[in-house]
């Protein structure tokens, strides 16, 4: 169990070592590069997983604590983010709103934002971000709008998010006065449709878009929700600079795109599963829980989930994607909670260098050597973050 008096842990740790035989490490991945007719580079690695050749040793931990700016104890790709190279963000929804940034020895630096209405106030945040200079962003619910504040603390103008043609969607990325998101497309009764769209002051740029059947109303016994078949595909992206990457997560294809033009293809021949509606209870283990306000909550069984909302065809092949500061692309795989998680990297071209069995999806990067990966305490659900250094 973590030590919930102890949130910073510094020294080295025994590495975890990712190569699981002398057999498996001995086997190293192998691409092919093709050009299509429009002229994308297609980079093909390894169908079968080769485990990756790189060590993690622990440096220190963030959060857990008792009381204080480090007694969070919920980390995720929505609720943590780096800048790449000095500070870590971090969103306390459960107790605050409000975001504690921390520098790369994880030492408390500053806290911006709070539960609240006013300006550099949120009530329903989601999907943090921290562009490279250290100015952290935020998408608040209640007010359709992205918070932001410089890397000194000040509150910057809010900027509104709905459109006539939609709003967005998980994450928004700002990157200068350049946003991308994802929006989900108002109008068609049949279909809905997500598109990826980058914005700046000059126009307004669609790169990808996903189409599925509409979410249907859905009856349970204390609430109606309109929900997609569960495991429906969905866009995933990740920004890199000037580079836009994404994928549709049925198939394992991620593009590379550059002002709109997509160049790089990264594909394995990994076969999607077939979705089952048993798997609602793997989804969802202890039911879909549904929250009202800050204290009502209302649970239907798994079961009665997948029966009445149906499933996908297959389940994702992907999950999420991060970009560590050299360019290396991290994708983890779909898996489920009580599964062992797969995430598999690749180098700046997209070449397939392995797959890390035990690990999920970074939570950020401090410099090209050094990741940030969730700690999970299985006895109580919590987690922390776990600071590593690479050795390749």
């Not at 943090?128 to 962003?137: A, L, T």
């Amino acid at each position: 169990m973590l030590n919930r008096r102890v949130p910073m842990v510094f020294g080295m740790v025994l590495a975890s070592v990712l190569a699981a035989s002398c057999g498996d490490s001995a086997r190293t991945a192998s691409n092919t590069e093709t050009t299509d007719s429009s002229g994308v580079t297609i980079v093909r690695g390894s169908a079968t997983d080769v485990p990756l050749r790189w060590t993690f040793a622990e440096l220190g931990r963030i959060g857990g604590a008792d009381t204080g700016v480090q007694s969070f104890d919920n980390v995720t790709p929505f609720s943590v983010a780096t800048d790449g190279s000095a500070h870590v963000a971090v969103l306390d929804a459960a107790h605050s709103n409000q975001i504690h940034v921390f520098d790369s020895s994880g030492t408390w630096r500053r806290t911006v934002g709070r539960r609240g209405g006013g300006p550099g106030e949120m009530e329903y945040p989601e999907g943090i971000d921290v562009d490279r200079d250290g100015s952290v962003s935020i998408m608040d619910h209640a007010k359709q709008a992205l918070l932001s504040w410089d890397p000194a603390g000040a509150v910057l103008p809010e900027r509104k998010l709905i459109t006539a043609r939609g709003r967005p969607w998980g994450t928004v990325r700002r990157r200068g006065d350049t946003l991308y998101t994802a929006i989900d497309i108002v109008g068609d009764t049949t279909v809905q449709v997500r598109r990826l769209e980058r914005w700046t002051s000059r126009d307004t740029l669609a790169i990808d878009s996903t189409m599925s059947p509409r979410p249907k109303m859905v009856m349970f016994k204390c609430v109606g929700l309109a929900l997609p078949p569960l495991f429906s595909s969905e866009i995933s992206w990740t920004v890199d600079g000037d580079r836009l990457i994404s994928t549709r997560q049925s198939a394992y294809v991620v593009d590379i795109s550059r002002h709109g033009r997509r160049e790089r293809s990264v594909r394995r021949d990994v076969a999607p599963v077939a979705a089952k509606t048993t798997d609602a209870a793997k989804l969802y283990p202890e039911g879909l829980k549904v929250r009202f306000g800050r204290d009502g909550e209302c649970v239907t069984p798994s079961a009665e989930v997948g029966e009445k909302v149906g499933v996908a065809p297959t389940l994702p092949v992907i999950r999420a994607m991060v970009v560590a500061p050299d360019g290396t692309l991290w994708v983890e795989r779909y898996t489920f909670a009580d599964e062992t998680p797969r995430t598999d990297v690749f180098d700046r071209d997209g070449h397939y260098l392995g797959t890390a069995s035990g690990r999920s999806l970074p939570l950020g990067f401090l410099g090209p050597d050094v990741v940030l990966f969730p700690i999970k305490n299985d006895d109580d659900g919590t987690a922390v973050i776990g600071i590593y250094r690479i050795a390749r």
